[in-house]
C-alpha cells in the first residue's frame, strides 16, 4: 500500500492497511485474494477490501494481473452478495491495466449486484 490509490487509502483508513498487514509480503499466491476491513464512520460501517491484483507497481508497462481481478471480484461478490459495492479504477493506474477491459471484467463478475465505481479524489 505504498503508491496510488492503496496508498491514500491507508492513511485515511488506517484499519486496512492493518488487515493488509496480516497477510504475508510479497507472497506471489496472494494475487487473486484481498484482505478486509470493517470500518466504523458515523452512521454506518464500512468494508474495506484491499484486492491483490498486481505483485509490483514501479516500472513501466503493464502489472496488473486480469485473472487475480477476476478472482477478487469473483470473490467478494460470493462473500457479500446484496451489498452496495464501491471500487476505484483498481488496476488502471500505477499497475497500467486498460480500464475498458477491467471494468468489463468487473460487470461480468459483479452481474446481479448493485455496485458502483468511485472516483477517488483526495
Known amino acids: 500500500m505504498g503508491a496510488g490509490i492503496a496508498k491514500t487509502i491507508k492513511q485515511v483508513f488506517p484499519a486496512a492497511y492493518q488487515a493488509d498487514l496480516t497477510t504475508v509480503s510479497g507472497d506471489h499466491s496472494e494475487l487473486g485474494s484481498y484482505s478486509v476491513a470493517h470500518i466504523d464512520v458515523p452512521g454506518k460501517v464500512l468494508t474495506i477490501f484491499n484486492g491483490y491484483t498486481q505483485y509490483q507497481w514501479r ?52 452481474a446481479g449486484e448493485e455496485h458502483v465505481f468511485v472516483q477517488w479524489t483526495k
Do not use: H
Open 59 to 110: 516500472g513501466g508497462g503493464l502489472k496488473a494481473d486480469y485473472a487475480a481481478i477476476r478472482q477478487v471480484f469473483r470473490s467478494v461478490k460470493q462473500a457479500y452478495a446484496g451489498r452496495r459495492i464501491g471500487y476505484p479504477t483498481l488496476g488502471a493506474g500505477l499497475a497500467g491495466g486498460d480500464w475498458t477491459l477491467i471494468a468489463a471484467i468487473i460487470d461480468e463478475e459483479l
